[in-house]
């Protein structure tokens, strides 16, 4: 925006607002992975359209993960990162180690690019406030995944206060224990869907490190624009959902399931993917409806 005319930059405002106008004053919940956290200036682009989104109106709650940079600092202390299902196993370590990365280090830092890009961001965990309730992840297959948990209730109210007073909350997936003193670690996909169900946000945004769901993973040509709820089954049945698009997809249905407008799984590595989703007709990566 900076090297375009004023009228040129005028023009591209007023060339947004029908857009914008169906988004003003409505919940888009924003998650955002470590996979697609690649460089800083990628990230200042996701941080600038939130700011921007905020300051027209749009209330963004952005939910953040941090998976790879917690298997960084676990390598650092000898510990090899170990996942069951797409879950960490996560022994007493290891769990300091995720709050450690992902409330000390990654949540402050993204409140710092809020603020640099002149938006107010409010770091908090779901530990504060109340906002997740957990218990110990119980697999009915009997797998252990130490401090894993599972949200059994969502008190979006925190929250909410903070949207009313114009904030930016940045939120990362940690939980307390509802029936014990211990926190857990939860996957920061299912963390957002959670809060997006909770806040009865209009939209839910993953962004993640991949043009969106692949019929060919190995494939971005292959990118599946548009998908309806009832196709999911057959999709993880031929294997075209696999690995850490199982979690995603699930996260997505069980949104629109529960009243979440749209649910997208899109590309975290394209510059402005936000606002290109949200401003354009196009939008882009998989949309969920
Ligand atoms: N059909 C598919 N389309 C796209 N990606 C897929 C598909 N099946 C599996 N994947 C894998 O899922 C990954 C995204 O999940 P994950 O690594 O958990 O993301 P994040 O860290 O953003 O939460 C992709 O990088 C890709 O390797
Ligand atoms: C239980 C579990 O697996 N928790 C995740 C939390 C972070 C996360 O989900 O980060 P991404 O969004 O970057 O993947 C973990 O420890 O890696």
């Known amino acids: 925006m900076e090297n375009l005319k004023p009228e040129t930059r005028a023009g591209v405002l007023v060339e947004a607002l029908p857009y914008l106008q169906e988004y003003n004053g409505k919940i888009v919940v924003v998650k955002y992975g470590g996979n697609a956290m690649i460089n800083e200036d990628l990230k200042q682009a996701v941080i600038r359209d939130i700011v921007l989104l905020n300051l027209v109106g749009v209330k963004v709650v952005l939910v953040h993960g941090g998976g790879p940079e917690i298997g960084e600092l676990l390598k650092k202390t000898g510990k090899e990162s170990k996942f069951i299902k797409g879950l960490r196993y996560t022994d007493?370590?290891?769990?300091?180690?995720?709050?450690?990365?992902?409330?000390?280090?990654?949540?402050?830092?993204?409140?710092?690019?809020?603020?640099?890009?002149?938006g107010k961001g409010v770091g908090i965990s779901g530990m504060d406030g109340g906002l997740f309730e957990a218990v110990k992840l119980n697999d009915p297959d009997g797998t252990e995944y130490g401090y894993v948990g599972d949200i059994v209730k969502t008190n979006p109210?925190?929250?909410?206060?903070?949207?009313?007073?114009?904030?930016?909350?940045?939120?990362?997936?940690?939980?307390?224990?509802?029936?014990?003193?211990?926190?857990?670690?939860?996957?920061?996909?299912?963390?957002?869907?959670?809060?997006?169900?909770?806040?009865?946000?209009?939209?839910?945004?993953?962004?993640?490190?991949?043009?969106?769901?692949?019929?060919?993973?190995?494939?971005?040509?292959?990118?599946?624009?548009?998908?309806?709820?009832?196709?999911?089954?057959?999709?993880?049945?031929?294997?075209?959902?696999?690995?850490?698009?199982?979690?995603?997809?699930?996260?997505?249905?069980?949104?629109?399931?529960?009243?979440?407008?749209?649910?997208?799984?899109?590309?975290?590595?394209?510059?402005?993917?936000?606002l290109i989703e949200l401003l354009t007709n196009e939008g882009v990566g998989t949309m969920f409806s």
Do not use: F, W
């Not at 769990?95 to 890009?117: D, I, Y």
């Not at 997006?196 to 945004?205: E, N, R, V, Y």
């Open 157 to 274: 109210q925190i929250v909410l206060d903070m949207l009313e007073k114009g904030y930016i909350p940045v939120v990362t997936c940690v939980a307390a224990g509802i029936d014990d003193t211990c926190n857990y670690n939860i996957n920061a996909d299912t963390a957002a869907e959670k809060l997006a169900i909770a806040l009865k946000a209009k939209k839910l945004i993953m962004l993640t490190d991949v043009r969106g769901l692949l019929r060919d993973p190995s494939d971005e040509s292959t990118l599946i624009k548009r998908l309806k709820v009832s196709e999911v089954p057959s999709l993880v049945r031929e294997g075209i959902i696999k690995g850490g698009m199982i979690p995603k997809v699930n996260c997505c249905v069980e949104c629109v399931r529960q009243g979440v407008e749209r649910a997208n799984i899109q590309d975290g590595r394209v510059p402005h993917s936000i």
């Open 92 to 118: 007493k370590e290891t769990m300091e180690a995720v709050q450690m990365v992902l409330c000390g280090k990654l949540n402050k830092n993204l409140v710092t690019l809020l603020k640099n890009a002149g």
